[in-house]
């Protein structure tokens, strides 16, 4: 009804026949999905910047968007499609005219990281924070983060907050032979937080 013609299922019902549109059967509808996004995802060359973390992912995607749609022509995550589903449908949408690719993850167990990591390939990659959302599912903390930052495991840079020590732990932990750029307040920051300052209106941030 909603012109749709192709479909991926895992079971050829008999009232499919009637239809005028393609079936193809499968015994895992959303792993044979993100099988096709990978596909998809292979065949383009471009800069892939990968968002994942416990808050934060949809707004800083939306940010650097609002920032460099100007300069590039970008294909990015509708909305927060970032699950075992919205990830390949977003990277689905990459085009001949995609320059650069903002994709957020999300997860909410162990193993989920894996497979879409595999989708998005991002060759920089943006760590927000790691809070206790989705915290039932993991033994820690610290299980959480290095779970999440399995996204990053071929990405070429990672960009972080370094005064976060969970997350710092971690990246040292898994030894990624990628280049990291860091924020803080700390002075082995690249850019160092000097001062916040508030008001209804706006935040000023002083840094170096």
């Known amino acids: 009804d909603k012109n749709v013609r192709n479909f991926i299922v895992s079971d050829f ?3 499919f026949k009637a239809l005028k ?4 059967v499968v015994e895992n509808p959303a792993e044979a999905l993100q099988k096709i996004a990978k596909y998809r995802r292979e065949q383009f060359s471009i ?3 990968g968002i994942t973390g416990s808050n934060g992912k949809t707004i800083v995607k939306e ?12 294909t990015r995550s509708p909305r927060s ?3 075992q589903i919205g990830v390949p449908l977003s990277v689905w949408q990459l085009n001949k005219n995609t320059e650069l690719g903002i994709f957020e993850a999300g997860i909410s167990e162990m193993g989920e990281m894996q497979k879409l990591s595999a989708i998005i390939q991002p060759t920089i990659g943006i760590l927000t924070t790691i809070g206790e959302a989705h915290q039932e599912n993991f033994v820690s903390m610290k299980e959480k983060c290095l779970e ?3 996204l990053f495991a071929q990405s070429e840079k990672l960009i972080y907050n370094i005064d976060d020590k969970l997350i710092d732990i971690c990246v040292e932990q898994l030894g990624y032979k990628t280049k990291k750029f860091t924020w803080g307040k700390t ?5 160092k937080i000097l001062d916040i300052k508030k008001d209804v209106h706006q935040t000023r941030i002083s840094y170096s």
């Open 81 to 83: 499609y970032n699950s």
């Open 13 to 15: 019902s008999p009232q």
């Open 148 to 150: 999440k930052l399995k």
């Open 21 to 24: 549109a393609n079936f193809i």
């Open 187 to 191: 002075d082995k920051a690249n850019i």
């Open 47 to 49: 800069p892939v910047i």
């Open 63 to 74: 940010w650097l968007y609002q920032l460099l749609h100007k300069n590039y022509k970008i």
